[in-house]
C-alpha cells in the first residue's frame, strides 16, 4: 500500500501498485486493539468476516527476526515510501 497525505487530506493511495478501489473487497491483517476500536479507527466495524489467530504479535515479530539473524541478514533502518505526509 502506498498513499500520500497533504494538508491532512488522502491525495492518492495504491494497493499492489493499481489506485485503491472503493467499490473493491480486500483482505487487512492488523492488530486487536485497532480491530476493537483502539484509536477510535473501528476497523473490524464494517468486516464482512473476521479471523482472529491468537497470534501475539510480539512473539511472531521476535520469531521473525530470530530467523533473519540465524541466516545472517543484517538489518537496515530505513524508509520505504509508503506513507508520504507533506505539509
Do not use: H
Not at 21 to 41: A, P, S
Not at 44 to 58: K, N
Not at 67 to 77: M, R
Amino acid at each position: 500500500m502506498r498513499i500520500l497525505v497533504e494538508d491532512k487530506e488522502i491525495e492518492y493511495c495504491q494497493i499492489g501498485g493499481q489506485p485503491l478501489d472503493e467499490d473493491g473487497m480486500y483482505n487487512l491483517v492488523t492488530i486487536d486493539f485497532l480491530l476493537d476500536g483502539g484509536d477510535r479507527f473501528n476497523i473490524g466495524s464494517d468486516a464482512l468476516s473476521i479471523e482472529r489467530t491468537g497470534i501475539v504479535m510480539r512473539d511472531a515479530a521476535v520469531a521473525y527476526l530470530q530467523e533473519l539473524s540465524d541466516s545472517g541478514v543484517v538489518l537496515e533502518n530505513r524508509t520505504d515510501g509508503r506513507v508520504i505526509i507533506e505539509d
